[in-house]
């Protein structure tokens, strides 16, 4: 497994805008696809974005498609998530995610059981 470690939540008014950021450890990085979850205060995590591990193919929940944007830096070992235009139902924990080294299903990637290693988790606030 890896070590995630996510940062840059907080709180923000409706509208605007936040960039989390996630640092793996590790060689790994660079073949590994990654992803971004969210979980609200009783309810279910649920698949935010996904990017493979070369950069070039990346998905979205159709809840953030238009707002947010997955990038990431194999050089830094670091996956970003820009969130653009927040709601309040953006509130939540939003927790990186890394898979095993190689694989990626384009079939699978909004499923929790496809991802290998998560982080903690930052907390994102959006104020109506």
């Known amino acids: 497994q890896v070590q995630l470690v996510e940062s840059g939540g907080g709180l923000v008014q409706a509208g605007g805008s936040l960039r989390l950021s996630c640092g793996a450890s590790?060689?790994?990085?660079?073949?590994?696809?990654m992803g971004w979850f969210r979980q609200a205060p009783g309810k279910e995590r649920e698949f935010v974005a996904a990017i493979t591990w070369s950069g070039s193919n990346t998905y979205y929940a159709d809840s953030v498609k238009g707002r947010a944007t997955i990038s990431r830096d194999n050089t830094k070992n670091t996956v970003y998530l820009q969130m653009n235009s927040l709601k309040p139902e953006d509130t939540a924990g939003y927790y990186c995610?890394?898979?095993?080294?190689?694989?990626?299903?384009?079939?699978?990637?909004?499923?929790?059981?496809?991802?290998?290693?998560w982080g903690q988790g930052t907390q994102v606030t959006v104020s109506s």
């Open positions: 995610a890394a898979g095993i080294p190689g694989v990626f299903s384009a079939l699978r990637y909004a499923l929790k059981d496809s991802w290998n290693s």
């Open positions: 590790g060689r790994t990085f660079s073949s590994r696809a």
